[in-house]
């Protein structure tokens, strides 16, 4: 399982998060994309190192490059003054790495977190870069597209759940499961916006299998992660970690953030150039 999870975060790192950060459209962010491989390749390093000192500060090093980022959310938050809920998805995006960046130092070092073990330290920078920052950037920018009621809900909701499963952390696992109920009924949402979009005229056709992939794994992958949640929560069978991590964690990563991603840059490049030929 941590190889699969390690090459998971990689992707997270390396990939999701600068191809996100383009997405947002915000000058501001150029400079931290262009800069982010120097701090994602040490904390990519970092996960194939022996824990101890040397993974410790590599990983330290893209915690930094997250702590910039995360920065970036209350300068936009005093640029733009906005309440609304794209702004909360999209500020949810810009400092929920930081979170996962925090756990990486304390797993690569070895330390137990705030009386976390090192498995679910492991696991906690999985979630927060998929459940966190793919997750929230996405509703953001499909709320951007269709800014109607269920746009605003999945903006609201995913970050609100997100949010509610790191308080359940803490509070126990009732709440929790409250987060992954908001959560999925957010990440749901999105996933049939996302559905609606491909159904659209002009969609090629690798644009709509990008957009049917993630609106489809999406919904799998909510209803593993409610089973798991409700059988923490009550004791009733539910799916192994190694399961979660094969299963929810690979398609949240390929089938859901990679694909709505990818799908989300062809349907602005289209934009850009229908502007211009405009």
């Known amino acids: 399982m941590s190889v699969l999870v390690d090459l998971i975060v990689m992707l997270g790192m390396l990939v999701i998060v600068p191809t996100g950060l383009r997405l947002v459209g915000d000058p501001a962010l150029d400079r931290i994309r262009r800069m982010w491989p120097v701090f994602a390749a040490p904390g990519a390093l970092a996960l194939w190192l022996p824990r101890g000192t040397a993974a410790g500060l590599l990983a330290l090093c893209y915690a930094l490059g997250t702590l910039l980022l995360a920065g970036h959310a209350p ?147 909510m209803v593993l992660a409610l089973s798991w949640a409700l059988g923490e929560a009550t004791g009733l069978p539910h799916p192994t970690l190694t399961w979660m991590a094969a299963t929810h964690g690979l398609g949240n990563a390929l089938g859901f953030a990679l694909c709505a991603l990818l799908a989300r840059r062809r349907l602005q490049d289209l934009t850009h150039q229908e502007g211009r030929s405009a």
């Open 75 to 221: 300068r936009r938050l005093a640029r733009t003054r906005s309440t609304h809920p794209v702004e909360a998805a999209l500020l949810t995006a810009l400092v929920t790495p930081s979170v996962a960046a925090l756990a990486l130092v304390a797993e690569r070092t070895g330390h137990e977190l705030f009386g976390f073990g090192l498995g679910v330290l492991a696991l906690t920078v999985p979630h927060f870069h998929f459940a966190g920052f793919a997750a929230a950037l996405v509703a953001g920018l499909v709320c951007r597209a269709e800014d109607g009621p269920a746009g605003r809900f999945a903006a609201l909701s995913v970050p609100s759940g997100t949010m509610l499963v790191l308080v359940g952390y803490f509070t126990g696992d009732w709440t929790e499961l409250g987060g992954a109920l908001v959560l999925t009924a957010g990440m749901w949402t999105v996933a049939l916006l996302t559905w609606r979009t491909s159904r659209a005229r002009g969609r090629d056709r690798t644009t709509r299998a990008l957009l049917v992939v993630s609106a489809t794994v999406l919904v799998v992958t």
